[in-house]
């Protein structure tokens, strides 16, 4: 009867599972850093569009960046006009007083210039950091909500390289690039204005050669894209393998592999070496194209104009102006390109940012989550089946008890058996593929994430220290407490009297991951931690593995009062410290194989007592050696 129901359940939820390995799938493959990832061959357009959403909170400044560019561009139109006036009027009439306002004018407009100009560059930059501050911030935000299985499908340094170096790169491209293509364009057409309106013929003379730089920039920009893809794999890669190689330094010394590292370290780095020679060389293709069709334009306009070809007839004014503005109008071109260029470069780092931000967490609040009230305690485990990914290997296979409030249970069993995986779907860092957990009667996943994990204090195997010091740390667990609360709470797991024993007590620093600390410490500073938060239900992952036999004696006598009245659930390999629980569950091939108190287990005579029994050999067999 319970596998049909679970039978019924798996077909029920199918569709949500399906969906859920879609997602992973369009989330990025399992990789390493020898391994790339895929991008898309082309410019993503709606990645180009994305990034006006963060342009938007800051239009009142654009608009006044516009204004003042608007202005300067007009100022760049109406040099040359001025200097076409004082060549072909003003100097041969001999006015001195008209000489001296033109002059007066240059100068003036020249000082607007410059102004306009300084403040363009300073206001631009500020949006543009802004705007990288917004981006980054929603990227690490983001990266908070994702689940577990998203951490283990990539390198962490793959996705470190997304809020850092990625984000780095779209600095120029936002800061200047985005809205002075704007100002460009505008310059653009109303140089092109402003040439027909002088001479018509002789525009068309200027603009002969524009279909070739056209032609230029697309073939150019397929290459591009494609080089600077390959750099952002190899950059990605690269990173990773840096991330674990310092991750993993102890091991290398240990073995004394650091000639091996270094070698892959060489082919990572040489990958990217290549890569970004290529990617560059192509990028130098693009500034002399365009360079030189605007040589050859001016050129051509000098020729033109002096010859009187193709029935250009000009003064010498107006080819002097023709020539202003042959470079107000190529240079907005040649800014363009390089825009362009630049959002090649981008497009490649906005596709794997925008990946990043575009993948939904599978643990998320369902639409119409209640708020978990003040609970008791009282779990149940219904049938449970979980998956890591859909079609999968079962991790757990009808996993089915039911604990009442403040009873304290044990998870025993061999390495990979499933222990974890249950205190993980408590927690809700997984969803079960089939079944329900419940708490108090209220499926884990019909409550807001919030409100499930404020009530649960969870202190799992690889226990974490942050940068900063002990009395910090501790108050992790919650952020309005007291000192006194803090140290009360380190007096109850043991940890106050070598604190007190640290260079500065509670003041004293720690580095990152707590390397400054024995494994011991670090743990009993991480128990302090979650005992301070006062969670109703509280899970502990091989708590003491790392805490010796004396201090886990004491350490034991401090906890009894505090899991009075608590439901909590232990897992541990060393089961001297579980003897005392309520309930212990042997799980073995994710399955529960049996249960009972310790005199129960040992009773029956079944896989607790052989491993109790070869625990007690390992133990007598130390101690008389």
Same mark, same amino acid.
């Given at each position: 009867?319970?596998a ?12 949500q ?6 997602q992973?799938a369009?989330a990025?493959q ?6 790339d990832?895929?991008l ?7 990645d ?16 006044r ?7 300067m561009? +007009?100022?760049?139109?109406a040099i ?12 041969p ?15 003036a ?6 102004? +306009?100009?300084?403040?363009r560059?300073?206001a631009i930059?500020?949006v543009g950091?802004?705007?990288l501050?917004d981006?980054?911030?929603d &990227?690490?935000?983001h990266?908070q909500?994702?689940p ?10 793959k996705?470190?390289?997304?809020v ?10 936002l ?9 460009d364009v ?6 092109l204005?402003a ?16 279909p ?5 920039v ?8 494609r /080089?600077?893809?390959r750099?952002?794999n190899?950059q990605s ?8 190689s310092?991750a ?17 370290f ?22 002399p194209?365009?360079?030189n069709?605007s040589?050859?334009?001016?050129a ?10 193709g029935?250009v ?10 020539v202003? %503005? ?8 040649i ?7 630049q &959002?090649?470069t981008?497009s /490649? %780092?906005?596709e ?6 575009d993948?939904r ?6 639409p ?7 609970i ?17 290997r ?18 025993v069993g061999?390495?990979?058996?499933g222990?974890?995986t ?16 419940t708490?108090?009667d209220?499926?884990?996943?019909d ?12 202190m ?15 108050r %992790? ?5 007291s000192?006194?609360?803090?140290e009360?709470a ?5 940890a ?9 007590g509670?003041e004293t620093?720690?580095e990152e ?6 494994a011991?410490?670090r743990?009993?500073?991480a128990?302090a931690?979650?005992l301070l938060?006062?969670?109703r ?12 036999t004396?201090?886990?004696?004491a350490?034991?006598?401090?906890l ?12 541990a ?6 003897e ?20 129960q ?5 079944g896989a607790?007592?052989r491993?109790y029994?070869?625990? %007690? ?9």
């Amino acid at each position: 009867m319970r596998a049909g129901t679970a039978s019924m359940r798996a077909q029920g939820r199918g569709q949500q599972a399906k969906s859920q390995g879609q997602q992973q799938a369009q989330a990025g493959q399992r990789n390493t850093f020898r391994e790339d990832e895929d991008l898309a061959e082309q410019i993503n357009l709606k990645d180009i569009a994305r990034i006006g959403s963060y342009l938007k909170p800051y239009v009142k400044d654009v608009v006044r960046i516009l204004l003042v560019v608007i202005t300067m561009s +007009c100022i760049a139109v109406a040099i040359p006009y001025l200097t076409k006036i004082m060549i072909d009027t003003v100097i041969p009439s001999g006015s001195m007083g008209q000489l001296t306002a033109l002059g007066v004018g240059f100068f003036a407009a020249i000082v607007v210039y410059e102004l +306009c100009h300084r403040y363009r560059t300073v206001a631009i930059t500020r949006v543009g950091q802004e705007m990288l501050k917004d981006m980054r911030r929603d &990227l690490f935000t983001h990266i908070q909500t994702l689940p577990f299985s998203y951490f283990d499908s990539r390198p962490h340094g793959k996705i470190l390289i997304r809020v850092v170096n990625y984000v780095n790169t779209l600095s120029d491209t936002l800061s200047s690039g985005l809205i002075n293509v704007i100002a460009d364009v505008f310059t653009f057409f109303i140089t092109l204005i402003a040439m027909f309106l002088i001479d018509w013929r002789l525009t068309l003379w200027s603009l002969i050669l524009f279909p070739l730089l056209v032609v230029w920039v697309l073939v150019l920009q397929h290459f591009q894209r494609r /080089a600077y893809q390959r750099l952002s794999n190899k950059q990605s890669n690269l990173n990773a393998y840096i991330h674990e190689s310092i991750a993993g330094v102890k091991t290398t010394q240990t073995f004394v592999r650091e000639g091996e590292q270094f070698a892959t370290f060489q082919e990572q780095q040489g990958q990217v070496r290549s890569s970004w020679m290529r990617a560059v060389r192509l990028q130098m293709l693009m500034w002399p194209g365009v360079q030189n069709v605007s040589t050859i334009t001016i050129a051509l306009i000098y020729y033109m104009g002096i010859m009187g070809l193709g029935g250009v007839q000009v003064s010498t004014g107006v080819l002097i102006a023709f020539v202003g %503005y042959a470079n107000s109008f190529w240079n907005p071109v040649i800014n363009i390109g390089n825009f362009y260029n630049q &959002l090649i470069t981008c497009s /490649a %780092y906005l596709e794997r940012i925008f990946e990043t931000l575009d993948v939904r967490p599978e643990i998320a609040d369902k639409p119409g989550a209640t708020q978990l009230p003040p609970i008791k305690g009282k779990v149940d485990f219904n049938d449970v089946v979980f998956r890591y990914e859909p079609g999968g290997r079962e991790i757990l296979n009808l996993v089915d008890f039911h604990v009442q409030p403040g009873q304290t249970v044990a998870l025993v069993g061999p390495t990979g058996a499933g222990k974890t995986t249950i205190v993980n779907l408590l927690s809700r860092f997984y969803d079960v593929s089939e079944g329900s957990i419940t708490i108090d009667d209220h499926d884990v996943r019909d409550v807001t994430l919030e409100s499930l994990r404020r009530q649960m204090g969870v202190m799992l195997q690889d226990t974490f220290i942050f940068t900063g010091n002990v009395r910090e740390n501790i108050r %992790y667990g919650k952020l309005d407490a007291s000192d006194q609360e803090i140290e009360e709470a380190a007096k109850a797991v043991h940890a106050h009297e070598f604190i007190m024993d640290l260079p500065d007590g509670y003041e004293t620093r720690v580095e990152e991951r707590g390397s400054t600390l024995s494994a011991g410490q670090r743990q009993l500073i991480a128990f302090a931690r979650v005992l301070l938060a006062d969670p109703r239900i509280l899970i502990l992952d091989e708590a003491t593995s790392a805490i010796d036999t004396r201090t886990e004696e004491a350490l034991q006598a401090g906890l009894r009062h505090l899991l009075k009245g608590r439901t909590s659930f232990v897992i541990a390999h060393r089961l001297s410290t579980i003897e005392g629980a309520d309930q212990i569950y042997y799980i073995d091939h994710g399955q529960i194989v049996e249960h009972g108190s310790h005199e129960q287990l040992l009773a029956q005579k079944g896989a607790y007592y052989r491993l109790y029994e070869s625990q %007690y050999t390992m133990i007598r067999d130390a101690n008389g050696a």
